[in-house]
């Protein structure tokens, strides 16, 4: 039975019905029926309005507009895999017109790998870089498809056109600060989203290995440095991190329970081009070019902030290291057949590198002086400063970062320029 009819059955209920029927048939031959008959009426108007307002809710992450033939072809088309020296994989890439998914999915592409997208193009940052993402991915034969993680029968179908190998999950709601702001986000990306993935993976046959994203920020008050995989992770710092950190649980029971074959990477603040306009490097970046003020936290004592960025060719070949590595899922018909793979890797640079510093070398690209604010770090969620050890990693998928910060950020720069041009008034 396809996965699609497995999980969502087009009678529903129907004995239930039934039964019900009989009920009905009794109540309206009693003497109360006038009083029975008010109450339907006051049951039939709440729930038209509660199907008004699920409509209203719904609707809000539900828009995309999938299925049909047409659609089928291009998915089909878009996971073909056109390697001859090795197997190759297909790849279900979540979060692909976002900044690392639309790296990776692109790296996979090139190398003769099928790559599938999703993403649901939300408007936590300009949704044009996503979509300009996407023309991107889309001349080089990438489909994204235009849905939420979500949404159980879209990831559903998907299954069913395609036997996804792996799956490289990389939607989220990002963003360590805006946690204070929107914290109901976090709970439908990074946990109700993410288990609604694992359902649809777990009953999928053949289940596919799983690589994820979860964050440097699970560390949280760590002071022992440099962050190992194994150092104490109970103590987040900001919801972000405790959604991350849940993620890295949740997925450990889908691992434990089902047969899946889960890798989560710890990614050490990525940057580079395609970036991310919320985070710091890429904010400063367009107010300085504005002549805009920046804001410098500083830490406790007037110590500077610091953190182990890491550049996005780096993270990309973590990924596709951690792809080529997972080995298989076990399970089959929702059952574990036995035991799979649960890894989690940190994937930095292992260099930290302060905030004012950060902004110095921008300011050296960019040949502008930035007109610094700096402000103690307000209660926010931030931590001080992060350090990966990236030894586990190294050993298994031999991960080695090769582009330190002021390289980097030269490349950054000369993409920023090339697409927003001086004054970057495009971006809002
Ligand atoms: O490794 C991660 O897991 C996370 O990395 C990233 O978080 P962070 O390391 O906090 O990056 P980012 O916001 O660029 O701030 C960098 C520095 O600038 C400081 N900062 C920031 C803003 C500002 O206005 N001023 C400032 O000093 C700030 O205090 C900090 O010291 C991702 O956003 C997050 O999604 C997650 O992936």
């Known amino acids: 039975m396809p996965l699609e009819e497995e999980l969502f059955p087009s009678t529903p209920g129907k004995i239930k019905n039934q039964t019900m029927n009989r009920q009905l048939h009794r109540c309206f ?35 995309a507009s999938w299925g049909g033939l047409q659609w089928e072809k291009q998915v089909r088309n878009s996971a073909q895999i056109r390697r001859s020296s090795s197997p190759g994989m297909s790849v279900l890439v979540t979060g692909a017109a976002g900044f690392v998914g639309s790296h990776v999915s692109l790296a996979l592409k090139k190398r003769g790998d099928g790559v599938v997208g999703i993403d649901n193009f939300n408007s936590y940052y300009d949704p044009s870089l996503k979509k300009a993402r996407k023309s991107m991915l889309n001349d080089h034969g990438i489909f994204i498809v235009e849905g939420d993680i979500n949404d159980a ?23 360590v ?15 109700a989203g993410l288990v609604n993935l694992l359902e649809i993976c777990k009953s999928a046959n053949p289940q596919p290995s799983i690589v994820w994203a979860s964050s440097s920020s699970v560390y949280g008050l760590n ?19 405790a959604t991350k950190k849940a993620g890295e649980e949740i997925t450990h029971t889908y691992n434990h329970i089902y047969g899946l074959s889960i890798t989560g ?38 110590v500077d ?65 930035a007109k610094k604010h700096v402000i103690d770090m307000p209660g926010n969620g931030d ?14 998928f031999g991960y080695r970062p090769t582009t330190d910060l002021q390289t980097g950020l030269k490349k950054f720069v000369r993409w920023y320029l090339s697409y927003y041009g001086y004054n970057g008034k495009s971006l809002t």
């Open 29 to 63: 031959s009693s003497t109360s029926t006038l009083f029975l008959w008010a109450l339907f009426l006051i049951a039939l108007t709440a729930s038209y309005l509660s199907f008004q307002s699920f409509v209203d809710t719904g609707s809000k992450y539900f828009t």
């Open 153 to 175: 029968k879209l990831l559903a179908k998907l299954f069913d056109v395609v036997a996804f190998t792996h799956v490289m999950h990389l939607a989220a709601q990002a963003g």
């Open 177 to 191: 600060r805006y946690a204070m702001e929107n914290p109901g986000s976090y709970v439908h990306s990074n946990i």
């Open 223 to 241: 002071e022992k440095v440099p962050f190992s995989e194994s150092d104490r992770t109970d103590q987040p710092a900001s919801l972000y991190a």
């Open 265 to 302: 990477l710890r990614f050490f603040t990525v940057y580079g081009p395609w970036g991310r306009p919320d985070m710091a490097y890429f904010s400063f970046t367009r107010n300085i070019l504005q002549g805009k003020p920046i804001t410098i936290y500083r830490g406790k004592n007037r």
């Open 305 to 369: 902030l610091a953190r182990d960025f890491t550049y996005i060719d780096d993270i990309v070949k973590g990924c596709i290291g951690s792809l080529d590595t997972s080995g298989r899922s076990t399970g089959t018909g929702g059952k574990k057949r036995g035991p799979a793979p649960y890894r989690i890797f940190n994937l930095g640079n292992t260099s930290p590198v302060t905030v004012p510093t950060l902004v110095s070398i921008l300011e050296r690209h960019l040949r502008r002086k």
């Open 383 to 396: 931590v001080p400063f992060t350090h990966a050890n990236i030894s586990y990693a190294s050993s298994e």
